[in-house]
């Protein structure tokens, strides 16, 4: 019996992906991933500032520097169609209050959910729409600054638009 993922005949494949939201956020993003079959395992690294309305009253400048790795599994063959990811993530932040007489760092460990849709456009060019959740499993709950106190969220929603290229 053949599993699906670990077909013998099917070609490890490399990729590079980018993500439009960093860039939107003041920031950027780097990605690689490796797969084979159904199955590709990604490395990633954004860096982005939180927008303050995102953020509540009386602070600003949430800077998030995030490393991933996730492994990501296709309904379908050849890096196309519906997709669904899980992986873990680690946020190094800084954050400051409205005065921004200081500014304090915090790291934060997340565990990550996706789904999204890849289109191939051009031989081994895809687009791909995402969603997803962060839950924050680990790392500080509540940050001291400037008699100030900062509690990060629990559930943190993603949603953007990749390009990726493979080879």
Known sequence: MTVCCLAQNT??????EQDA???LLNGYFLSGWVGKGYVRSRL???NVRKPDFLLPKDFTNNRVHAYAITADYFLETNWQG???SGGGVLWKNSLQTDLKQQT???NLVLVNGSLGYAWKFYKSFYVSPWAG?????GGS???RIENQTYNPPFLNPEASVKIGWYF
Do not use: C, D, N, S
Request: charged residues 10%; positive net charge; proline residues 8%.
């Open 11 to 16: 070609p490890i494949t490399v990729g590079l």
């Open 21 to 23: 939201l960093p860039y």
């Open 44 to 46: 990633l690294f954004a």
């Open 82 to 84: 519906w997709w669904i």
């Open 104 to 106: 304090t760092h915090f």
């Open 133 to 137: 959740i962060h839950l924050r499993v």
């Open 141 to 143: 709950k509540e940050i």
